[in-house]
Nanobody, 132 residues
């Protein structure tokens, strides 16, 4: 059974940085080149939205327009861990952040990476709060 555990959330002032981590157990992601993991976020009263995703074997990445140039998704295969480096944080980045993974071998795809219904494993979330 796959489990995803996030960490690294917290409270920062606008302009600050945080790095989120997501450690997987039960499956070694990047076993298949098209393995896909991503980060989503959900603010109060809003729908969960895709933030970034990564094809763990090919290294291709995808970002929401709102975070391009500020957030970076990366991985450490030895630790079976996905990261989200968040710089130049804004108050509108405040949300619960979730790590997610698609079934093994199911790629991210440039037009489908942010479809939350295509991810079948989710972490419990980590809160990020950015104050102005």
């Amino acid at each position: 059974q796959v489990q995803l555990v996030e960490s690294g959330g917290g409270s920062v002032q606008a302009g600050g940085s945080l790095r989120l981590s997501c450690t997987a157990s039960g499956y070694t992601y990047s076993t298949v080149k098209s393995d896909c993991m991503g980060w989503f976020r959900q603010a109060p009263g809003k729908e969960r939205e895709g933030v970034a995703a990564r094809n763990l074997g090919y290294g291709s990445t995808y970002y929401a327009d709102s975070v391009k140039g500020r957030f970076t998704i990366s991985q450490d295969n030895a630790k079976n861990t996905l990261y989200l480096q968040m710089n130049s944080l804004k108050p509108e980045d405040t949300a619960m952040y979730y790590c997610a993974a698609k079934a093994p071998g199911v790629g991210c795809f440039s037009n489908l990476w942010d479809r939350r219904g295509m991810y079948n494993n989710w972490g419990q979330g980590t809160q990020v709060t950015v104050s102005s």
